[in-house]
């Protein structure tokens, strides 16, 4: 009869602790209870659909309220801008980040985001590789809230003139924006290739492409160095050399890339969905003859960098509890569905893929499915600013010309060995 009375006592702590649970949230704002107002920081809203989410919850929750920080749209100057008030003396304004996904390791390891319980989150409703980067070693530091695959963007207008399909393969692509771009007075190719994270990733889809990887081991071994690294950086840096992918290219963020395709410029760019909604929208040149495919490989479609961002939890919030609840309301079926409609953003809830409202309306949503499930994180390091800024540098001098891919390779192994052993 032991086990009966343990379990009888195991109940009643656990009726206790769970009636004390509910009691406190009950009382918003109240010392201790860990629920009150909130502020949410986050990088530029480009689609400008955040606030009517958030509006969403203001309304049903008056006693924990959510203000919403806009930082800057580059995700590099918006990772600096939170961790100078992460480090500051009252420790931050925050209590919610959405964060990069490739921070989360940084954050966790510096210990600006606390440890989230898995049981509160939806996380097997997500597709499967968006949940690895939101966890560092081992546990969950965040909770993933969009997901972003890059994709091609193609102009079928031009292609369908040419009967051609869009291409598959890098040999395809670079054979059109060499030989048909210019027939239609327009430049080949572009992704995003200015010195910040996006060349990162550009950098790091030209590689995973190619079957290299950069580093292993959540970041303690440095992988690079290989030939299939360098056929990757050397896809990139013939397209320069060569002219099918413009100068301006090695300026263009996003938002510059997506313009030079809206306005008619490219025949391809490799940019996220969202400049896809775009260039098919209301004053786009364009609008209406642009598709999207999977980006090309060397022999067929290549590896995507999964992006999008993770909401976290600062680790000196003094209301947590509101905070979860924030994410698992921002992470809800409704929700995310206004993510893809409102926002333009892909959502991180699997089934939404599989809505055939949705797919009518999104029509890239199987393509980007397919691009998601099969893309590979950035390398996972706690010193991941460092990593990044190590690739964006060496790639970039590689783009100008200023070394080969070989070296550019031998370059960055030799970098990367340094800041990993730091
Ligand atoms: C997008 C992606 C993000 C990536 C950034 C690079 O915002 O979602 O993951 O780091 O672009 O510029």
């Known amino acids: 009869m032991r086990w009966a009375r343990a379990a009888g006592r195991g109940l009643l702590v656990l009726v206790v602790l769970l009636s004390g649970y509910v ?63 992460l480090r500051g003396e ?49 546990r969950l530091y965040a909770v993933p809230y969009v997901t972003n695959a890059g994709l091609l963007l193609y102009r079928k207008d031009v292609l369908a003139k040419e009967g051609l399909p869009p291409p598959r393969t890098w040999a395809e692509l670079e054979r059109d924006a060499r030989t048909v771009a210019p027939k239609y007075g327009l430049d080949g190719y572009a992704g995003q290739l200015a010195p ?19 580093l292993g081991d959540e970041g303690k071994r440095v992988t690079v160095d290989s030939a299939a ?13 060569e002219g099918w ?105 699997a089934a939404l893929y599989d809505d055939p409202a949705l797919v009518r309306r999104f029509p890239y949503l199987p393509a980007l499915r397919a691009a998601v499930l099969s893309a590979a994180p950035r390398p996972k390091s706690p010193r991941y600013d460092q990593v990044s800024l190590v690739v964006q540098a060496v790639v970039h001098d590689a783009l100008t010309g200023r070394q080969t891919p070989a070296a550019a390779v031998r370059c960055l192994a030799r970098e990367l060995a340094a800041v990993t052993e730091r």
């Open 229 to 241: 690294a360098r056929e990757g950086i050397d896809f990139l840096v013939r397209g320069v050399r």
């Open 23 to 85: 009691f406190a949230g009950a009382r918003a704002d109240v010392p201790g209870t860990g629920r009150g107002p909130l502020t949410l920081a986050t990088a530029g809203d480009l689609t400008g659909y955040l606030g009517s989410l958030l509006a969403g919850w203001n309304r049903t929750h008056p006693g924990e309220k959510v203000t919403l920080v806009e930082l800057p749209d580059s995700t590099d100057e918006t990772r600096a801008q939170m961790e100078t008030d």
């Open 90 to 138: 009252d420790r931050g304004r925050f209590d919610v980040l959405n964060i990069d996904v490739d921070w989360t390791s940084q954050f966790a390891a510096a210990g600006w985001i606390r440890p989230l319980p898995r049981e509160r989150f939806p996380l097997r409703d997500f597709l499967p590789p968006v949940v690895g980067t939101a966890t560092y070693e081992g």
């Open 245 to 349: 992918i413009p100068k301006q290219a090695l300026t263009y963020t996003e938002e510059e890339s997506k313009q030079a395709f809206e306005d008619g410029h490219l025949l391809f760019l490799r940019n996220w969905p969202y400049a896809y909604v775009a260039a098919n929208g209301a004053g786009s040149a364009v609008a209406g003859e642009v598709g999207a495919v999977r980006l090309p490989g060397p022999d067929g479609p290549g590896t995507s960098v999964l992006g999008g961002s993770n909401l976290a939890v600062t680790a000196h919030t003094r209301h947590p509890d509101s905070a979860e609840r924030l994410i698992a309301y921002l992470t809800s079926e409704p929700v995310q569905r206004q993510v893809l409609t409102r926002g333009a953003l892909p959502p991180v809830r």
């Open 196 to 214: 910040y994270e996006g060349l990162t990733v550009n950098a790091a889809e030209a590689v995973y492409s190619a079957g290299g990887t950069i």
